[in-house]
Structures are given as C-alpha cells and as structure tokens.
C-alpha cells in the first residue's frame, strides 16, 4: 500500500520498485562546541541541543493503464496533487509503519519512459521527496476491527522562562490521517479527541511536531488497541514519557 494524505495511490495504479533513503540518518549540522583554544569539539550534553538536516527519500515508480492517454491524464492528476503548498503524509506499510511528513522536491522527475507490456501502456519515473523534520514524536496505531473508532489523547507542555523574560516556542502540530492540526499551547495541557473510520491491521501514523513534556493515551487497551513505536517515540519527549492510561 502507498498513502498519501489518507489516500490509497494503488488504487490508481501506483506501484513502487525500490526506495532510497527511508532509513538513512540525516546529515548532523552542528557536531558540538568548537572551542577556538581546543583541538578537539566539544559534544553537546543535551539531545535537543543537537541540529539535522532533512531526509532525502526518492521512490522508484511505475503505473499501467489501458492507454497512453490514461496514463498521461492520471500522472498529471499526481502533479497537481504534489504541488499544492504544505507537507503530506506518506505511508509506505510495506517497508515501514513509520509516517514520514514529506514534500516533493523535484517535480522535473515526472517524466516517464514510454513503455509497452501485454498490451499495457506503462510509465516507470522517479518521485524524489524531502522530510525537512526527520526527528519528532510519532508512533502508529493498529487496530484489531475496521469501523468507527474514536481517538483521545492528552498533551502536555511545561513553559520554560527564556533570559529575555519571554517563554519558549508554544506551537505544535499535530498529524493524523491526512490532517494537520496546529495549536498554540497556551495552557499546560491540551486534548485531542475525533472519531475516525479505520481498517483492521493497517498502521495509522500519529506525528507530533515541536516540543512536549508528556502524553496520555486514552482508553486504548480496553479496545485492543496496539501503538506500535512508543519506545522510539519516548526519544522525543522533552522531559516525560507517552503513557497509555
């Protein structure tokens, strides 16, 4: 399966080849303090001290339909989706559960090779994609049944009073199943409840964006509900942990 934004791009005939670069570290940009009468750089002591660059992904891509003009018409179809502003999520199942919040970088790829198989027109092409945050707070859901399902959780921020007098950056933004939420935390806590539609055993890739303290997790186990990465997640967390209550 490929999701883009909650949409099933094999349903129109998508398929994906190979992928690069969904697992490679991002390039690290400051290494620490270099210290002018030191020979050495100094590491930094703290996680969110240290600064990456973004994350180069590119899927290797080919779509058959009935004929050329079908195609053409369904690959024009991709670049109006792609070139809209803002970032999209990608879901690849088949290699990760991981949700990866991309923007296309090359469009120039979309140029297709001619092709011809049992009568098929075919269009194989490159589709190159930039994850300008590849480091944030993010976990999947599984659940057992498909239907209606509701989703509740609780975020925390504790504000840190900065030299200036202000306090640090409130905003974050929240990602789930093509939507993007930004809230300004203005209080300590804030609560995210919504009833979604879900299908058995496929991930759903939650992805939280700027800096948290804690998180609950809402009446998860009584529907047998299965959060798949929190460990990797719990990295992230400013200072506590994600806690299914």
């Given at each position: 399966m490929i999701w883009f934004d909650n949409f099933e791009w094999e349903e129109n005939g998508l398929r994906i080849s190979d992928v690069k670069g969904l697992f490679d570290f991002p390039e690290l940009k400051n290494h620490g303090i270099d210290w002018k009468d030191r020979d050495y750089i100094q590491p930094n002591s703290r996680l969110q001290d240290y600064q990456y660059g973004s994350r180069k992904i590119t899927l290797?891509?080919?779509?058959v339909k009935n004929t050329w003009d079908e195609l053409q018409l369904e690959i024009e179809g991709m670049i109006v989706f792609f070139s809209t502003s803002g970032l999209k999520m990608m879901v690849l199942p088949s290699f990760s559960n991981r949700g990866y919040m991309v923007k296309l970088e090359k469009s120039t790829l979309f140029k297709p090779n001619k092709l011809f198989r049992n009568g098929k027109c075919v269009a194989e092409f490159k589709l190159q994609f930039e994850e300008p945050q590849p480091f944030n707070v993010q976990f999947s859901f599984v659940y057992p049944t498909t239907g209606q399902v509701s989703l509740d959780f609780t975020i925390e921020r504790r504000f840190k009073s900065l030299s200036s007098g202000s306090t640090d950056q409130q905003f974050v933004t929240i990602n789930f199943k093509g939507t993007t939420t930004e809230i300004n935390l203005e209080q300590a806590d804030?609560?995210?409840?919504?009833?979604?539609?879900?299908?058995?055993?496929?991930?759903?890739?939650?992805?939280?964006?700027?800096?948290?303290?804690?998180?609950?997790?809402?009446?998860?186990?009584?529907?047998?509900?299965?959060?798949?990465?929190?460990?990797?997640?719990?990295?992230?967390?400013?200072?506590?942990?994600?806690?299914?209550?």
């Open positions: 290797d891509c080919f779509m804030y609560h995210f409840s919504n009833v979604i539609s879900v299908v058995a055993g496929v991930p759903y890739p939650l992805v939280i964006t700027g800096e948290i303290d804690s998180m609950d997790l809402i009446d998860l186990t009584s529907a047998g509900v299965v959060p798949v990465g929190i460990d990797t997640a719990n990295l992230f967390i400013r200072n506590g942990e994600i806690r299914v209550v």
